[in-house]
């Protein structure tokens, strides 16, 4: 090969790469920014109270963020510290569960020792269980909508309410998907969500998404108060 026509073919791809860069970086951006349509503000039910933080971490594509969010139970909203420090509080039991604990049905006691919640698969639906653990009785059972996993289960201080964390995955077909997907890399957007159960009724309470198509994103909740 000819030097001139070395030198247009590097040059050729190194704007290709440029343009690629740029293009990935809009998308990250774009992804980053999913959270703030969202509506943050749902109708506080009496029943459950105290807040909850939600901790999710993105580091797959790009530097790592740290997301935080907060939910008022009492005020009925969902507020958002973006680029905060890690969790410093006392962690939850059960605050980030995988695939394996829900399949083990790893229980997850409450403070007060006579409750135990524990979370199960069965032909990739998820569901959630609540027993007695002096009696042995299943005492509630919830099943996460079709699609979703259940990726932490945490109490409330006074062992009444359980706190579960949904996840959806959806792959990232867009333009920025697809160059990360044909280097080998590619982007699974997470839709994160809570529902708050009574541990003993049949009473629950859905609440907003806290962050859509979070690009690789992990979860945790606590039960700060």
């Given at each position: 090969?000819?030097?001139?026509?070395?030198?247009?073919?590097?040059?050729?791809?190194?704007?290709?790469?440029?343009?690629?860069?740029?293009?990935?970086?809009?998308?990250?951006?774009?992804?980053?920014?999913?959270?703030?349509?969202?509506?943050?503000?749902?109708?506080?039910?009496?029943?459950?109270?105290?807040?909850?933080?939600?901790?999710?971490?993105?580091?797959?594509?790009?530097?790592?963020?740290?997301?935080?969010?907060?939910?008022?139970?009492?005020?009925?909203?969902?507020?958002?510290?973006?680029?905060?420090?890690?969790?410093?509080?006392?962690?939850?039991?059960?605050?980030?569960?995988?695939?394996?604990?829900?399949?083990?049905?790893?229980?997850?006691?409450?403070?007060?020792?006579?409750?135990?919640?524990?979370?199960?698969?069965?032909?990739?639906?998820?569901?959630?269980?609540?027993?007695?653990?002096?009696?042995?009785?299943?005492?509630r059972e919830w099943s996460a909508s079709k699609g979703w996993r259940v990726s932490g289960l945490i109490w409330s201080a006074d062992s009444k309410s359980i706190a579960v964390l949904s996840a959806k995955e959806r792959m990232d077909f867009g333009?920025?998907?697809?160059?990360?997907?044909?280097?080998?890399?590619?982007?699974?957007?997470?839709?994160?969500?809570?529902?708050?159960?009574?541990?003993?009724?049949?009473?629950?309470?859905?609440?907003?998404?806290?962050?859509?198509?979070?690009?690789?994103?992990?979860?945790?909740?606590?039960?700060?108060?």
């Open positions: 090969m000819s030097r001139p026509n070395a030198k247009s073919l590097i040059l050729g791809m190194s704007s290709l790469v440029i343009i690629c860069f740029s293009i990935w970086t809009f998308g990250m951006r774009q992804l980053s920014s999913s959270t703030s349509k969202l509506d943050t503000r749902f109708v506080p039910d009496a029943a459950f109270r105290g807040r909850i933080v939600a901790t999710i971490i993105e580091r797959r594509t790009g530097p790592e963020r740290n997301l935080e969010f907060l939910i008022d139970l009492d005020g009925g909203e969902i507020s958002t510290s973006p680029n905060a420090q890690p969790f410093s509080g006392s962690l939850s039991p059960g605050g980030n569960l995988d695939y394996r604990d829900c399949a083990r049905a790893v229980e997850i006691r409450a403070p007060g020792d006579e409750l135990a919640a524990y979370c199960m698969v069965k032909d990739s639906r998820y569901s959630v269980g609540v027993r007695n653990l002096k009696s042995g009785v299943q005492a333009l920025v998907g697809l160059l990360s997907a044909a280097s080998g890399h590619p982007i699974p957007l997470i839709t994160f969500e809570v529902t708050l159960l009574c541990a003993q009724t049949g009473h629950e309470l859905k609440l907003p998404v806290i962050r859509e198509d979070s690009p690789s994103g992990w979860a945790r909740l606590d039960w700060i108060q």
